[in-house]
């Protein structure tokens, strides 16, 4: 027993491991909350897509919205579920970056997958482009409509449809907020397998078309291991029947593969089946300061033979990232941290027994203070501190937007260049003379999911404009190219990505890709402009 | 420390569990090893299948083989890769089950993905059927010829090509053997995410194209999950370069999904990447006595409980598969439990720190004898008694295929239905009078792999015939689709399952599946009259 006292003596010793001090002043607006307001004159000052990208022409293929399509639509949902009213669409009309803005006049409300159904025959006879729509935290403009599309959003469409205790398979409408599905799996036992800063607001079904990653990823791996079945509306209206609820079923092409990712292109997901793994009894959250990208290396690597196991996620943000995060989020809120480091590690273990994972986790801490890989760290004591370190990492997508028009990049490539991309931008802003002080960028910041190769870079500018766009692009995509890395892994390609397809795919792949769109949507109708290159 | 010891010391003396008796003893042959025999002879007696499934009729579209088409061949490949002989040829159009036999007399093996791209394209062109080979080791009659198509074996491809011992990124050529790619990555400190008994054999390759699940699938997860790509040849000769290292890549459809279980009808994987985890350091092997499936499902939800993140494969088998092991294994083959047992499970844990292990799976154990769930057991003490806990396991399918003709069922479900399914088939055949001494069938065995509802249902009669599959299909089907379950659950559709296809899969799921095959493979010439229905 004297071993062990010593050990965390030392390490409470170094690094203020026992927090005397409350986490809690650490409480930011909104990182777990929801995001869209119902103040239509937010979106007033934004600019329409079309100004802004003026290469987008509106399809000749498409019909326009008329007064029959509206009676046709009255005809088969309740009031309460078409919306027309002008200050009413502004909400399904702008995404979340406030950088692009649609001009759609109705938003459906299906509430089943008939209706959807029956609304997809339809806009798919009468060629009526449409956006699938879920809970419109989408960053790279696949939410909203570029033109007149009617956004189908699936907000109407959120029961849990059964969950079974034994398996841990839940079942549940496209539409439920992940968040309310966590709480429902927490109160039995169970978790969601993936998380995001966004889960206040972001529907499993848009998580399913995103293929989402975010903080559980390194652990539970991704919705294309987790996802055991969906239910899809394709445009010509059938209702792909494939909600199982099987681990195991090798009967036939795995289909509802392609539908994860697709980001609406292809048909509307109406419901989900998801395996939930067990949640872990204990967790215990660390937040570490180091000096160097090297020292995160080999904090990354050690946590991975040491933590193993009970390793649940690996999160990094740099000195800027902390920066902003304690600048442009609630007064008050500070780091836990003495001083401010050039790199920060978010270490979260989850295991089935407490005192086991507290020792794997502190003899790793111990190593690292010893070898002098780590600077300065502290481990949450309970869960309102576990939370608090949490909101840190999560706050700073929303942080990062409030330092003005961010142009965002969520690459991934091989670990050891992960931060390399972050100083090259830098650098080629300083030889441009394009940052600082009254010019037209900010900030270069760089977080992200280590685990997985996966940077989330923003350039924070003054505006979204093609000046400050040329200095960041195809660059930022060549040098991912370079790296043999993907200019998205997790964000998707909507509309800022579809046309750098080809920095990440070969052109035979990106064939075969428009082949199976023009198999499954011979008419375009699904979220056109967007995912696959428009020329 | 008094009472850790005393409750070791109980468990010791309840279960035998310091296992003073080594288990040397089981060392069933072939359990890990080669199937493939080269002695033609041993295929001599076995039926062809045309001869045993007469609604197979030779397709009029295929050509058949010219001169012409074996000079061309031999103007790209090396006379080593190109069997003709008749008694070579054996091996080729023989499956491991002795089931089917095809009449190819052609086999090629090309060395590069070049190669195949020239192969494909050329029979494509001519309108000559092919069949992809790899291991050889699939059960459902997919990997032999039914008429005369081309054997293309990947045996010649079997270079590792990259491997990141930071990420744990593999990528390797198609043909590699899985257990040399395991101890490829034992000696880094890796591991494959999958394993089974066929292990000595088998290719990733045909892994990847049966989307094999086996042992690990319980921590690791599918295929689909931890393959992170793919390089595919398709019919028209399209070398698909999808072969990223990355953990993480959203950029447009992930195509490499469709090939993932695709039993080789739509192109041919030459290469795969995968993500390796790390090998845990510690690794621990109990077999346990159960006296009825209640115990069995007792003992499995308190494992995920309390074994949760370090639990890493529950087997179970049942006294009939017990029996047929300690037959049909080699002399002196016992089991280290002293009485027979209606079921057995095999638990592995593995995790980064022994004495945390032996604490958790100590505990769990001593529960479950003093609440009377287990009736006896045995901890492995080294590496050896893991080895052969591990052999009785792995050696039942070959036990299995040496009590008969054995019709093998692998089917997946709600746990609780599990043995249910067993239970059923068994009344049946009694109730029909066609099981016992001298009767068409002697026995009907259950085992597998609980974690994941997945049932291995094997009958076992004195030969496959109309008479015996009438009493079995389609009443397991029926049977199945009742209970929701899965008529593949993992060893794919073939020439088996296939026309079964409907119990499992919807009339639209059908017909987009199809509709895929008809897009990628219009003249149908990758591994015909299997998969998809024939009607
Ligand atoms: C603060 C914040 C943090 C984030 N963190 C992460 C993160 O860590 N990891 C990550 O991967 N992403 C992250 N995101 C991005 C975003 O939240 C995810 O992509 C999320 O999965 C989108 O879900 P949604 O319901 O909001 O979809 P939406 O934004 O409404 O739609 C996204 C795309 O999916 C389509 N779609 C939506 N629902 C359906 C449906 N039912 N059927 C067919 N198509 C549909 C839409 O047409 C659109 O193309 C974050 C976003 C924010 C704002
Ligand atoms: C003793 C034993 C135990 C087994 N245990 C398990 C188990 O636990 N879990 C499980 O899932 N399976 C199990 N199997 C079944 C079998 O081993 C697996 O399906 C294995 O993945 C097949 O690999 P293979 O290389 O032998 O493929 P093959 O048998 O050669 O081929 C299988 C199918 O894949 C196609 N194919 C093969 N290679 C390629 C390629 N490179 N490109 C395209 N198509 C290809 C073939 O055309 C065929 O349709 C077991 C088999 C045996 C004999």
Redesign the interface.
């Known amino acids: 027993m004297l071993t062990m006292l010593s050990r965390i003596h030392s390490l409470r010793a170094i690094s203020r491991l026992s927090l005397k001090r409350p986490l809690g002043g650490i409480n930011f607006l909104g990182a777990r909350a929801t995001f869209s307001t119902h103040n239509p004159s937010y979106f007033a000052t934004n600019r329409f897509t079309v100004d802004e990208y003026p290469y987008l022409k509106r399809s000749e293929s498409f019909n326009r919205l008329s007064e029959k399509d509206i009676s046709y639509f009255k005809s088969i949902l309740a009031s309460s579920s078409i919306t027309q009213d002008a200050e009413d669409l502004e909400a399904f009309n702008n995404d979340w970056l406030r950088k692009y803005r649609g001009q759609s006049k109705l938003v459906l409300k299906p509430s089943s997958a008939e209706q959807v159904s029956q609304i997809l025959k339809y806009c798919n006879e009468q060629r009526l482009a449409v956006v699938p729509q879920g809970g419109n935290t989408g960053l790279v403009g696949g939410s909203v409509p570029v033109f007149d599309e009617i956004v189908i959003s699936l907000s109407h469409m959120s029961k849990i449809r059964s969950f079974?205790e034994?398996?841990g398979a839940l079942v549940c409408d496209a539409g439920c907020i992940l968040e309310v599905l966590d709480k429902y799996l927490e109160e039995r036992g169970y978790i969601m397998p993936l998380d995001l800063g966004a889960k206040g607001s972001c529907h499993i079904g848009g998580n399913v078309a995103?293929?989402a990653?975010g903080l559980r990823?390194l652990r539970y791996?991704?919705l294309?291991?987790?996802v055991l079945g969906l239910e899809v509306v394709l445009p010509d209206g059938?209702?792909?029947?494939?909600l199982?609820?099987?681990?195991?079923?090798?009967?036939?092409?795995?289909?509802k593969?392609?539908f994860?990712?697709?980001e609406g292109t292809?048909g509307i997901i109406t419901a989900v089946s998801i395996l939930s793994p067990?949640r872990?009894?204990a967790t215990n959250v660390a937040l570490l300061g180091l000096n160097n990208f090297d020292q995160l290396?080999a904090t990354f690597?050690r946590s991975?033979?040491?933590?193993?196991?009970?390793l649940s996620a690996f999160e990094f943000w740099d000195r800027e990232a902390m920066r902003l995060a304690k600048q442009h989020l609630v007064a008050g809120a500070h780091d836990p941290l003495q001083s401010l480091y050039p790199f920060y590690i978010l270490i979260e273990t989850?295991?089935?027994?407490k005192d086991?994972d507290d020792?794997?986790l502190n003899t790793f801490l111990e190593g690292l203070m010893t070898d002098d890989v780590i600077q300065d760290g502290v481990v949450a004591q309970d869960s309102t501190q576990i939370h608090n370190l949490w909101a840190i990492r999560e706050g700073i997508p929303e942080a990062c937007s409030k330092a003005g028009a961010v142009y965002k990049y969520d690459i991934?490539?091989?670990?050891?260049v992960l931060y390399q991309a972050v100083e090259d931008m830098r650098a080629r802003l300083v030889k441009e003379g394009a940052i600082g002080d009254g010019k037209l960028f900010s900030s270069v910041i760089g977080y992200g999911?280590v685990?997985?190769?996966?940077l989330h870079l923003n350039v924070a500018a003054t505006e979204f404009c093609k000046e400050a766009t040329d200095l960041i692009e195809p660059y930022i995509f060549e040098w991912t190219a370079r790296h043999?890395?993907?200019?998205?892994?997790?964000?998707?390609?909507g509309l800022s990505?579809n046309n750098h397809?080809h920095y990440?795919?070969?052109p035979?792949?990106?064939q075969?890709?428009r082949?199976?769109?023009q198999?499954i949507d011979p008419n375009g109708i699904m979220n056109p402009y967007k995912?696959?290159p428009l020329v």
């Open positions: 079974d034994v398996s995103t293929n990653g990823l791996g991704s294309h291991g987790t059938t209702i792909l029947d494939n199982s609820t099987l681990r195991k079923d090798n009967t036939g092409y795995d289909l593969q392609l994860i990712g697709s292809l067990k872990s009894k290396q690597k991975k033979d040491e933590l193993s196991e009970i989850s295991g089935s027994n086991h020792e794997k991934s490539m091989p670990v050891p999911h685990g997985d190769g996966n043999a890395g993907s200019i998205s892994a997790e964000h998707g390609l990505k397809l990440s795919k070969s035979s792949m990106i075969l890709m082949r199976f769109k198999l995912y696959l």
